[in-house]
């Protein structure tokens, strides 16, 4: 697969040497002139023209084909001036710039220049990006985090107040691939999934894409998450300090001889309390804390030659006393390594090249009566990728690339110090995609793709066409439509409570992969300046969805593909959003109205149809209207004020009908029964909230910038139900609210070097 991709790569520079000579191009490098942070999505064109383009997620950029002549240069991205440069361009020129963009630094509505040839991009279809310092000042429980600022967004939907989960268009939280530099991320969780593995002061671009994703991703039947890592300040040593109540992160950045480094440390600071607590409870963990490092190293050997290597390592421990003569013990993270070299062959042939390497690892260990229980589970992934970017002409740009990896798993239990239990799956998986961005002209564009994948457990080999398609009538408005299927090869086993437990499993030999549809429609509008709408309605299917069978009264003896339960669903939805983007007030409405729906052979049946396909029933990840508001006032040059509001309609849930007893002398089982009703065809209590931030702006006794932020997380302390537990002891039965957080006062102190 290498050799073909050399192939490929001689085959364009071949093509490229033999276009014509008479023109001229400009490619290069976005960056922000305070850091030299490569800025990912920059808009740049040329004034006068429709010639227009935007940096990819290295920050580069190339407009080929250009007829000689003198031109200005524009390029924009929000919270940056706007920069105008004019060039003269001879016969066959070839201009390579370095384009360093200034950061506002005065208050107001932002300058905005438009122009024909400016080509500003809205968000694609099924796309969102979350800009970092919306992250830090969003009130947060605690700890600015990066998937609950993701929950706030049309679409996606939050577990509950303890969990960071992200349920994306009705999809489980397996259905996302998680990347932090194009590595995959197996549990991104701390505290039980609290928070997210992701630092905040260390990312520099969040990208989601909700559904209808492009070929360069697979593996997922949902969504894809990327997140990158800031790359270090290229100018100046610069580091911060953030005292949390629950955690405190340090980072420092600056540069190196042709390149720049960052590392960031964030670990949680929960001890003082737990020794408190601890004092009048003995019910309270003797360990409980999270750590975590994230680092990056950059080098550019030349203009066309630039490596980074990047590393990320976090871990839990917990031990915590549950009974006079019981303690469990947790140890589980993920460790992921990523070594990347980007290569510009010509200003028409850009290429990068990447090699990973990922570990998730959980090591519960649990003592009753003096009875041990121990459990390793480890998954290994390595791989390599290849990309390449070639643009023949203004009107095309082709994307091709391969990756290839290996994915071990490993699980073992022992019971009393003996080994009761032991699994390994070692799998091969390959996949290539070529994709084709066409824009006959100013109005369309139209992005089509095929992506290939092979999966070695089962010998699987699938095709997934993908296509999406944009019209643009007026500056204004933009109409999208996407068609994509996926397979996925993983599934996750897991634990209600907290992610600790958490098992991926495989497919295999009579455990076919799981495989959907996706169709989106879309409209991106302007309705006036600096303001945005945006609408759109998706369909969703999922079939084969295969998982542990819940029914089975021992797993002993059976083959692997009997271990499963095999069932289909779909969802389906509609997403809006409006929002202010410039000026003292900024902010947004997001609404979504979600369907989802599960079935599976003999389930939510009644009994004498437990052999029929059962019957549909709505997950936990079903929400029906989900409401969100997010804005941000600037009070005065010192002080901001960030709020937010959400409301969602309760999780479903199977709701406990009775109990009758079985009197049976000869039987030592329970003789209580529980009778439900449907599976998952009760409510709770519609969730809403009001969450405020107060961040003031000021200096370290001359030293540097310092923010505190004061935040009250449920203003109004709506006690929102967890769930319900029931006592049959009594007569009638009784019911009791297990709820969410009350009214909670927080104050984080931030410094700044």
């Excluded at 955690?247 to 960031?264: C, V």
């Excluded at 369309?444 to 992506?451: D, P, T």
């Excluded at 941000?632 to 009775?658: D, I, N």
């Excluded at 009758?660 to 089982?669: G, L």
Aim: charged share 20%.
């Amino acid at each position: 697969m290498q050799k073909y991709i050399l192939a490929v790569a001689l085959l364009l520079l071949v093509s490229t040497a033999t276009t014509a000579q008479n023109t001229a191009s400009i490619s290069g490098y976005i960056k922000d002139k305070n850091t030299g942070e490569t800025l990912i999505s920059a808009n740049i064109a040329l004034m006068g023209t429709t010639r227009g383009t935007s940096s990819n997620t290295l920050g580069y950029f190339s407009l080929t084909n250009i007829p000689p002549g003198t031109y200005t240069l524009v390029c924009s991205y929000i919270g940056f001036e706007f920069y105008e440069q004019e060039i003269t361009l001879e016969p066959g020129e070839r201009l390579q710039l370095e384009i360093e963009l200034v950061p506002q630094v005065f208050e107001g509505d932002e300058i905005v220049v438009e122009s024909e040839a400016e080509k500003e991009r809205q968000k694609d279809i099924g796309t969102a990006q979350v800009q970092t310092e919306l992250i830090k000042a969003l009130p947060s429980v605690f700890e600015a985090d990066v998937f609950r600022s993701l929950q706030l967004l049309p679409g996606v939907k939050a577990a509950s107040d303890f969990s960071s989960g992200l349920y994306i268009r009705g999809g489980s939280p397996d259905q996302t691939l998680i990347l932090l530099d194009r590595t995959t991320v197996y549990n991104p969780s701390h505290f039980f999934g609290f928070f997210s593995t992701f630092n905040p002061d260390a990312i520099k671009d969040v990208r989601l894409y909700k559904g209808g994703y492009p070929a360069e991703y697979g593996g997922r039947l949902g969504s894809v998450l990327s997140i990158y890592n800031k790359d270090g300040n290229r100018n100046d040593m610069r580091g911060s300090v953030t005292l949390g109540m629950l955690a405190s992160r340090a980072l420092i950045e600056g540069p190196i001889k042709n390149g720049s480094y960052m590392f960031a440390a964030r670990r949680s600071t929960l001890e003082p309390l737990l020794a408190a607590l601890r004092s009048n409870n003995d019910n309270i963990p003797s360990k409980f804390y999270f750590l975590d490092f994230n680092g990056k190293i950059n080098y550019d050997a030349s203009l066309n030659n630039k490596f980074n290597l990047a590393f990320y390592s976090g871990s839990d421990r917990v031990n915590f006393p549950f009974a006079d003569d019981g303690e469990f013990s947790l140890n589980y993270g993920n460790q992921t390594l990523s070594g990347n070299w980007t290569h510009i062959f010509s200003e028409k042939l850009f290429s990068n090249f990447v090699v990973t390497g990922s570990r998730y690892f959980n090591f519960p260990e649990f003592e009753i009566a003096g009875t041990p229980f121990e459990r390793d589970n480890n998954i290994y992934d390595l791989s390599i990728k290849a990309d390449l970017e070639y643009l023949p002409n203004e009107k095309h740009q082709i994307s091709t690339g391969i990756w290839s990896g290996v994915f071990t798993l490993r699980l073992e239990d022992r019971f009393d110090n003996q080994d009761s239990f032991s699994s390994r799956i070692h799998s091969r998986y390959n996949s290539f995609y070529v994709q084709d961005t066409w824009e006959p002209n100013e109005l369309w564009r139209i992005v089509s793709g095929l992506r290939f994948n092979y999966f070695s457990d089962g010998q699987y080999l699938r095709l997934e066409p993908r296509v999406s398609i944009e019209y643009k009538p007026s500056n204004r408005v933009r109409l999208q439509a996407a068609y994509g299927r996926y397979n996925q090869f993983l599934t996750l086993i897991t634990n209600e409570a907290f992610s600790g437990f958490d098992v991926w499993l495989t497919s295999d030999d009579g455990v076919a992969p799981a495989y959907g549809d996706q169709f989106v429609l879309g409209a991106k509008t302007i309705p006036f300046s600096n303001y945005g709408f945006d609408a759109e309605i998706y369909y969703r299917s999922m079939n084969d969805l295969f998982e542990l069978d819940p029914f089975l009264p021992d797993a002993a003896g059976l083959d692997y593909p009997d271990l499963f339960r095999v069932g289909n669903g779909h969802a389906y939805g509609l997403e809006m959003m409006f929002e202010k983007r410039t000026g003292r007030l900024t902010g947004f409405v997001g609404y979504t109205l979600g369907y989802t729906w599960r079935r599976f052979p003999g389930f939510n049946s009644p009994i004498f149809e437990q052999t029929s396909a059962g019957r549909y029933y709505p997950p936990k990840y079903d929400r029906r209207h989900d409401v969100n508001l997010v804005l941000t006032y600037q009070l005065s040059r010192k002080w901001k004020l960030t709020s937010a509001w959400v409301f969602a309609t309760g999780q479903s849930y199977t709701e406990v009908l009775g109990r009758y007893a079985i009197d049976q002398p000869w039987n030592n089982d329970d003789p209580n029964v529980l009778t439900v009703g449907k599976v998952n065809a009760s409510r709770l209590p519609d969730y809403h909230r009001l969450d405020l931030s107060f961040a003031r702006t000021g200096t370290f006794f001359g030293l540097g910038s310092a923010e505190w932020q004061f935040q009250i997380i449920n203003v109004y302390s709506r006690r929102n139900v967890w769930f319900y537990t029931f006592d049959f002891d009594t007569n009638p039965i009784t019911r009791d609210e297990i709820t969410l957080l009350p009214i909670i006062p927080a104050v984080s102190y931030t410094v700044k070097f």
